[in-house]
Nanobody, 119 residues
Framework: QVQLVESGGGLVQAGGSLRLSCAAS????????VRWYRQAPGKQRELVAT???????NYVDSVKGRFTVSRDNAKKTVFLQMNSLKPEDTAVYYC?????????????WGQGTQVTVSS
């Protein structure tokens, strides 16, 4: 069984920074594309950032230049560095990973981590 565990959320003032982590564990052969989503109260879940297995990244326009996604394949961990945070970044952040195991390939979600940005 594969588990994804996010950490690093918290309360920060506008203009501050946080670094989220998404650590994978289990019988993993390879972690393919990983995506960070967020969901604010009353809003739909939004794709924020993507990183492929080869390190190609993509971002939603609202976070470009402020957020950076990276990965440490040896540690099976993906990071989301969030700088210049704004109140509108407040949401629960989730990581989603396409995981290759010995006999199967499946999609997994973490439990989410709350990010709150005060003005």
């Amino acid at each position: 069984q594969v588990q994804l565990v996010e950490s690093g959320g918290g309360l920060v003032q506008a203009g501050g920074s946080l670094r989220l982590s998404c650590a994978a564990s289990g019988a993993i052969i390879r972690i393919n594309t990983v995506r960070w989503y967020r969901q604010a109260p009353g809003k739909q879940r939004e794709l924020v950032a993507t990183i492929t297995s080869s390190g190609v990244t993509n971002y939603v326009d609202s976070v470009k230049g402020r957020f950076t996604v990276s990965r440490d394949n040896a540690k099976k961990t993906v990071f989301l560095q969030m700088n210049s945070l704004k109140p509108e970044d407040t949401a629960v952040y989730y990581c989603n990973a396409d995981v290759q195991m010995v006999f199967t390939r499946a999609d997994y979600w973490g439990q989410g981590t709350q990010v709150t940005v005060s003005s």
